[in-house]
């Protein structure tokens, strides 16, 4: 669920989540970027907006989808970046993880993930950050799946922690790329993505006392391991 593609698969590296004063230092260097992207985006807006008002009836059909496309992908920035900067602790509580999951998968369009040990598990945790991060983690995962892959989401209790590990078979990252994919911007983004995914949902981990790192990221696809406090 990395944002990439690559030809070679890489185990080498793995990142825990954030500490919570790396993390402030990362949303601020993130914004700064935000700040920088945006401007680029709307004077391609301004841009196209003039060009449409000169054009003819004919023309408009045309230079109209650019338009809008790029006001999407506007919007949607914006938005990643002030969900990346405002984690914060949440309201804790004994979370049934088939439910949360399955909430997930519901907000993510065309998601069609396979539960493997969930049922019967629960976790401790703020009930709509864990959604947000599985469902950051399942549509990173499906950007890079496609139709034709699948995406598992599987389970294993423990005395202290619950290990989740969510695994794909879509192409992963490149070699050097691998280092950085929870450091946000640093990583290729995958077609209609942000590149905050994995560092939203690293936050996300984080402020419920859990983590997250990348287990590996290969031409075989991606694995992803999260630990969430059990109740």
Do not use: W
């Not at 944002?3 to 914004?31: F, N, Q, W, Y």
């Amino acid at each position: 669920m990395a944002d990439g593609v690559t030809g070679g698969g890489t185990e080498a590296v793995s990142r825990p989540a954030r500490t919570e004063s790396e993390r402030l230092d990362l949303s601020l260097k993130a914004m700064k970027v935000v700040r920088h992207d945006l401007r680029n985006l709307l004077a391609s807006v301004t841009i196209i907006a003039d060009r449409i008002a000169a054009l003819e009836d004919t023309r408009l059909a045309a230079a109209g989808p650019h338009l809008v496309t790029s006001m999407e992908q506007t919007v949607a920035l914006s938005r990643a970046a002030q969900e990346l900067c405002e984690v914060a602790p949440g309201s804790p509580e004994t979370l049934a993880l088939g439910g949360v999951a399955s909430d997930a998968v519901d907000s993510v369009e065309g998601a069609k993930v396979s539960f493997e040990g969930l049922e019967g598990v629960s976790v401790k945790g703020d009930r709509e950050q864990l959604r947000r991060l599985f469902a950051h983690l399942i549509d990173n995962a499906m950007r890079a799946t496609g139709p034709d892959g699948s995406v598992t989401l599987s389970a294993v209790p423990g005395p202290q922690a619950v290990t989740l590990t969510l695994s794909d078979t879509g192409q992963g990252v490149p070699d050097y790329a691998f280092a950085d994919l929870l450091v946000p911007f640093a990583g290729a983004k995958r077609r209609g993505g942000t590149g905050l995914g994995l560092p939203i949902a690293a936050s996300l981990a984080a402020a419920n006392g859990g983590e997250l790192h990348v287990e590996r990221s290969g031409a075989d696809g991606t694995v992803v391991i999260v630990t969430l406090p059990s109740p």
